[in-house]
């Protein structure tokens, strides 16, 4: 069974620190790994999408990387903002036992940029 | 604009008192889901839908109906709905290469 762990939970930092969330995830049979950014109350609002075929992928200040052999996903934050304080949910697209598929979330790292 | 949306963002209901949260997308999407979100537990799936007319349940799908008769449209229904549904929504919809976006939420609480 794929189970998803994001590694701190919370995480508080000064504004301009470049920062790494982690993510890893205990089945490497993955389609894809998906960062998510949800702010309190609100909807998830996708940030990136790694093909298991790929490494990393970028967007502006984010960077994420996938690693399945080790099981393991960062999403890199350069030069934060008070703006990216959010939770961040990283989620394996998962192939289940049964040849379906599904997404298996983890529980978040909460991040607090201070000004 | 490119959305999934739902209706309503907010209710707050009785205990047995039938209930319908409808989700919308217009992307087109062939695969919808939908999603509760506890404190503590995370998201998790309780239904999802690979096209039309083909639903299957996820992890959490007791008390919980859908039904997906257009693909553009994807109702979450609780017949029954009790306290232990009181919950945050999320209603998703996924592209062919496997991105999933969500809806804004609907926060439901039963009384």
Same mark, same amino acid.
């Given at each position: ?14 504004? /301009? ?6 993510c890893s995830f205990t089945d490497s049979a ?5 960062? @998510? ?6 909807? +998830?609002?996708? +940030? +990136? ?48 036992? /049964? /040849?379906?598929?599904? +997404?298996? @979330? ?10 | %604009? ?11 209901? $009785?205990?047995?008192?039938? *209930? ?10 062939e695969y919808m889901s939908w999603y509760r &979100? ?5 998201l998790r799936q309780i239904y999802y839908s ?9 992890? $959490?799908? %007791? ?6 008769? %257009? ?13 232990? &549904? ?12 496997? %991105? ?7 926060? *439901?609480?039963? *009384?």
């Amino acid at each position: 069974k794929q189970e998803v762990t994001q590694i701190p939970a919370a995480l508080s930092v000064p504004e /301009g620190e470049n920062l790494v969330l982690n993510c890893s995830f205990t089945d490497s049979a993955i389609y894809n790994l998906q960062w @998510f950014r949800q702010d309190p109350g609100k909807g +998830l609002t996708s +940030l +990136l999408l790694i093909q298991s075929s790929q490494r990393e992928q970028t967007s502006g200040r984010l960077n994420a990387s996938l690693d399945k052999s080790s099981g393991r996903s960062t999403l890199y934050i350069a030069a934060s903002q008070p703006g990216d304080s959010a939770t961040y949910l990283c989620a394996a697209h998962a192939i289940t036992q /049964g /040849g379906s598929e599904k +997404l298996v @979330f983890g529980k978040g790292t909460k991040l607090t940029v201070n000004p | %604009e490119a959305q999934v949306t739902q209706n309503p963002r907010y209710l707050i209901t $009785v205990t047995g008192k039938k *209930l319908t949260v409808t989700c919308s997308q217009n992307m087109n999407h062939e695969y919808m889901s939908w999603y509760r &979100q506890d404190p503590g537990l995370g998201l998790r799936q309780i239904y999802y839908s690979m096209n039309v007319e083909v639903t299957d349940k996820g992890d $959490v799908p %007791e008390g919980y109906k859908v039904s997906r008769k %257009e693909k553009r449209n994807f109702p979450l229904i609780l017949e029954s709905p009790s306290p232990n &549904q009181t919950s945050l929504y999320f209603c998703a919809s996924r592209t062919a290469n496997n %991105e999933q976006f969500f809806g804004p939420g609907t926060r *439901l609480t039963v *009384l």
